[in-house]
């Protein structure tokens, strides 16, 4: 357990930097931790690959790399993945899949060259066992990782299985919401910590509100998981005692004490409310989190101290829906001078479209990626006063 690997933990862009404070938080070794685009490379020992899948709120995945080597074709990398030894690594009636990522790649077909990985797999299981595991691509025990750049080729192991943003906690979704782990990363960068009143008034699904509630009860998001869902726990040298004892530790730790959170949710939609109602009953913490119906441009914001106000307002892209936002956002503008004196105020969108039209003075705009599409988190300090644009 103490000898060190070497791993690749991605996150959604922009969110690297706390990815590292994660993996740091594990475990890893300091002087390994690199922050690359798209994620974190690192060394570390199991245990502290087991901690990083519990604990990181920001990862996506915690990949394990077994191999690494130069290749100009395709059968280069076929022999790179023919070298590994998998039959020390899984047992041959579990199930795999293989992925293929690439940048530049000069190979011209990533679907051939995912089956001359499976082939290494299987060929190399068939010379020590006489036989190969199956392929399964809805469910598989362990997901074989090829990512390619232009010259280089390295292959990992998933050991985290279904990505870690799935939580567990969503039964009721609504399209086009924000990851989970995108969440948890925007609530960290805005600068909320439990305790700070938290309100989002366009919740969806309720992501920011169950990230927040989370966070606020000192619950590791992969203990919502179930026995055998992390990829690690299907490999030979997976240690159950070790990850009995971080399960244990993570449990004992969580706060069962407030009678609420500070976090308040609302949503226009009647349906999104309830989805966000069913997903905290679900996630147990119900009782926490005040969510409410109602227009943001009319609703009144929580009652008590000003907090932090987030939200991920609607996004148009048909003509439709950006003359509607053209007219909403100054509506916006307005209604946050009128009654949110006092609060901090962060937009999360990809409309270059709304800093100009909310007619606010921006105090800090902030890069991100929700998957491919490039979004800007806005910071409006609401002081009380006058905080509009000159025309």
């Not at 690494?68 to 579990?94: C, I, S, T």
């Not at 950006?322 to 009654?339: C, M, N, R, T, V």
């Not at 969108?349 to 003075?361: C, E, N, T, V, W």
């Amino acid at each position: 357990m103490n000898k060190l690997e070497n791993f690749f933990a991605p996150c959604p862009r922009g969110l690297e930097a706390l990815l590292a404070d994660d993996v740091r938080a594990a475990g890893a070794l300091g002087a390994s931790v690199k922050i690359v685009p798209g994620g974190v490379q690192f060394a570390c020992d199991w245990r502290a690959c087991y901690a990083l899948n519990l604990e990181s709120r920001i990862a996506s995945r915690v990949l394990w790399r077994v191999a690494e080597g130069a290749y100009q074709k395709e059968e280069d990398v076929y022999r790179l993945a023919m070298n590994v030894d998998w039959p020390a690594l899984f047992k041959v009636e579990q199930t795999l899949r293989v992925y293929v990522t690439a940048i530049r790649s000069p190979l011209k077909s990533l679907e051939f060259i995912t089956l001359r990985v499976k082939d290494a797999v299987c060929d190399r299981f068939r010379a020590a066992c006489g036989e190969r595991p199956s392929v399964n691509t809805a469910r598989p025990d362990v997901r074989i990782h090829l990512f390619l750049t232009a010259d280089r080729a390295t292959l990992y192991v998933d050991t985290s299985g279904e990505p870690l943003w799935q939580r567990g906690h969503k039964i009721a979704k609504i399209e086009a919401p924000v990851k989970e782990n995108l969440a948890a990363g925007i609530l960290r960068l805005i600068g909320w910590q439990p305790g700070i009143p938290l309100y989002d008034p366009m919740c969806g699904s309720g992501t920011f509100l169950l990230e927040a509630a989370q966070m606020s009860l000192n619950d590791a998001p992969g203990l919502s998981r179930d026995a055998g869902e992390f990829g690690f726990e299907k490999l030979k040298n997976f240690k159950a005692a070790v990850w009995r004892e971080l399960r244990q530790t993570a449990a004992a730790r969580r706060d069962l004490a407030p009678a609420s959170l500070a976090i308040h949710g609302a949503d226009i939609s009647r349906d999104a409310v309830a989805r966000a109602r069913q997903n905290l009953d679900y996630a147990g913490i119900g009782e926490l989190v005040d969510v409410r119906q109602g227009d943001i441009l009319q609703l009144p914001p929580p009652a008590g101290t000003p907090g932090i106000l987030i939200a991920n307002p609607p996004y148009g892209e048909r003509l439709g829906e950006i003359e509607s936002l053209a007219a909403f956002y100054p509506q916006l503008g307005d209604a946050l001078k009128q009654h949110y004196a006092g609060w901090n105020c962060w937009f999360f969108s990809a409309d270059s479209a709304l800093p100009k039209r909310i007619g606010l003075a921006v105090k800090r705009k902030i890069p991100l990626y929700n998957g491919p599409l490039e979004c800007r988190l806005y910071h409006y300090p609401m002081v009380a006063g006058g905080n509009r644009k000159a025309k």
